[in-house]
């Protein structure tokens, strides 16, 4: 069974610095895909990024770009110029590839914190 | 665009009774919806998933009889959790995605907090 891993309970960062949450995964599929999730106080879950695993170009969505190393099953997010509206849970996710399960596996979630 | 919609936000009730949530697509239409609980400080836990038209597939350990799923439109899933007790509160979150471009992709609601008296 796919499983998603991430390693970092917390992370602090302070205010228009940069930080990296990690995510790693495991699977035997080629094709899948992985997103990045923000879950802020309002619990609200936003879609920060998504990466398709054909794809060898990292994805990037203005402050936020992905790491994505399909060798290792790595996928850390990075977050440029750290706002505080930042601050937040984020969870990585794996999906099989189209024609197979839909379901999303989640990691067990980052708490970011920014420091003014 | 991708708006997911969640009614109530949140809902106290009698131990019991049964309380429906809705969730709602608003600009797109969802051939799939998702139910995800989520305990706090955790993350989120698939309950079920239901295409439109069809009977839900239950995740194992979810009571199918107690956590009744219907979607009955393509921009309408509702969850009714019947008969709920205080172990049944929760936030329960729905999703959706569609067919075509970016399948994959589930969009959230915002939630419903569920407390149970």
């Known amino acids: 069974a796919q499983t998603v891993t991430q390693s970092q309970p917390e992370m602090s960062v302070q205010e228009a610095e940069t930080v990296t949450l990690s995510c790693t995964y495991d699977t035997s599929e080629s094709d899948y895909y992985l997103f990045w999730y923000k879950q802020p106080p309002s619990r609200q879950m936003i879609l920060v990024i998504r990466?398709?695993?054909?794809?060898?170009q990292n994805a990037t969505e203005n402050r936020f770009s992905v790491n994505f190393q399909k060798a290792a099953k790595s996928f850390s997010l990075k977050i440029s110029d750290s706002q505080l509206g930042d601050a937040a849970m984020y969870f990585c996710?794996?999906?099989?590839?189209?024609?197979?399960?839909?379901?999303?596996?989640f990691g067990k979630g980052t708490k970011l914190t920014v420091n003014p | 665009g991708a708006v997911v919609s969640q009614h109530p936000s949140r809902v106290i009730c009698k131990s019991g009774t049964s309380v429906k949530i809705e969730c709602r697509s608003l600009?797109?239409?969802?051939?799939?919806m998702f139910w995800y609980r989520q305990f706090p400080k955790q993350s989120l836990m698939l309950m079920a998933t239901s295409n439109e038209g069809s009977k839900a597939t239950y995740e194992q350990g979810v009571e199918k009889d107690k956590f009744l799923i219907n979607h009955a439109s393509l921009t309408l899933s509702t969850l009714t959790v019947t008969s709920a007790h205080p172990e049944d509160s929760s936030f329960y979150i729905c999703?959706?995605?569609?067919?075509?471009?970016?399948?994959?992709?589930?969009?959230f609601g915002p939630g419903t907090r569920l407390t149970v008296l």
């Open positions: 996710a794996y999906r099989p590839p189209q024609g197979g399960s839909e379901k999303l596996v």
């Open positions: 600009d797109f239409q969802a051939t799939t």
């Open positions: 990466q398709e695993a054909y794809k060898q």
């Open positions: 999703s959706a995605s569609w067919s075509g471009v970016l399948a994959d992709t589930q969009y």
